[in-house]
C-alpha cells in the first residue's frame, strides 16, 4: 500500500510538472490537497512541499525555454524581487480583507481576458501581441518593478495564484510572446516559491520524501512538456492559455460563493 501511494504521488508530479511547463502556472491547489487528503499532511507541511516542488519544477522547465530563447532575464528578475517585497504587503492586506472577495474579483478578471482574447482569434486577429519597446532602461525597470510589487500584494492577499498573475500581467501588460511569457513565468515563480518556502523550512514544514517523490515526476511532466510546449506555435498556445485563464478564474468564482 505505502509503494502504491508512493506512485500516486509522482503520477501528481508528472500533471504537476505538465501544467508548469505549459502554462507557467503552481500546481499548488493539485498537490496540498492531494497531500492533505490522501496523506493526512498537515496545512502548512503541504504547503511547504508543495513550494519545494515548485522550486524544482520551475527551475527545469524555465531552463529549457531558456535554451530555447524564450526567457526576458532582464524583466523577469526586477519583477521577481519585486513580487517578494509585495507579497508581504499583501500579506498584511489579507489580515483586515476578506481575500476570498477579492480572489472572486480576480476570478472575474481571468474570465474576461480569456473570453476577450479568444474572442479576437476567432475573428481572424491572429496578429501575435507587440511586445513593448521602452524608449530607456530606467522605465523597463520601473515599469516591471511596479508589476511585481502589485503581482506580490495580489498573491500575498489571496494566497496562492502568483504563477497566473505573472503569466497575465506579462502577456495583457507587457505584450510578451505567449512562449516567453510561459519560460519567464516560471523563472520568476522558481525565485519567488525559494523565499517563501524559506519560511517553512525553518520550522520544519517540509516532508523532503514525500517532496522528492513528488519532484522526480513534476521533473519529467516539466520536460516532456515544455519540449511540446516550445513545438506549437504561439497562436495554439495562446489559446491553451486563453482557455486555462476561463478555467481558473470560474473555479476562484465558485470558491468565492461556496
Keep these: 500500500m505505502t509503494y502504491l501511494l ?41 504547503i511547504g512541499t508543495s513550494l519545494f516542488v515548485d522550486i524544482v519544477t520551475s527551475i527545469v ?56 482574447q479568444l474572442r479576437k482569434a476567432k475573428k481572424g486577429n491572429q496578429k501575435p501581441q507587440k511586445q513593448i519597446n521602452f524608449k530607456h532602461q530606467w522605465t523597463e525597470i520601473l515599469t516591471a518593478v511596479l508589476i511585481g510589487i502589485a503581482i506580490g500584494i495580489i498573491s500575498g492577499i489571496f494566497g496562492a495564484g502568483g504563477g497566473v498573475m505573472i503569466l497575465l500581467a506579462l502577456v495583457v501588460i507587457l505584450g510578451y510572446p505567449m512562449h516567453t511569457a510561459v519560460g519567464t513565468s516560471t523563472l520568476i515563480m522558481a525565485i519567488t516559491a525559494l523565499s517563501s518556502d524559506v519560511g517553512y523550512f525553518t520550522h520544519g514544514h517540509i516532508n523532503f520524501l514525500y517532496g522528492i517523490l513528488l519532484a522526480i515526476g513534476a521533473v519529467i511532466g516539466g520536460m516532456l512538456g515544455s519540449k511540446y510546449a516550445n513545438k506549437i506555435n504561439d497562436q495554439k498556445l495562446a489559446v491553451f492559455l486563453d482557455i486555462f485563464f476561463i478555467i481558473i478564474g470560474i473555479i476562484m468564482l465558485v470558491q468565492m460563493v461556496g
Design 61 to 116: 522547465v524555465s531552463y529549457n525555454y531558456y535554451r530555447k530563447g524564450h526567457v526576458e532575464l532582464k524583466s523577469g528578475l526586477w519583477i521577481a524581487i519585486a513580487s517578494i517585497i509585495g507579497a508581504q504587503i499583501g500579506a498584511t492586506i489579507a489580515n483586515q480583507t476578506k481575500g476570498i472577495t477579492l480572489s472572486g474579483l480576480f476570478g472575474v478578471l481571468l474570465i474576461f481576458s480569456g473570453i476577450s
Design 6 to 46: 508512493y506512485g500516486v504521488l509522482i503520477i501528481i508530479g508528472l500533471i504537476t510538472g505538465g501544467i508548469t511547463s505549459l502554462v507557467g502556472a503552481s500546481a499548488v491547489t493539485l498537490i496540498v490537497p492531494t497531500l492533505s487528503m490522501l496523506f493526512h499532511v498537515d496545512v502548512h507541511t503541504a
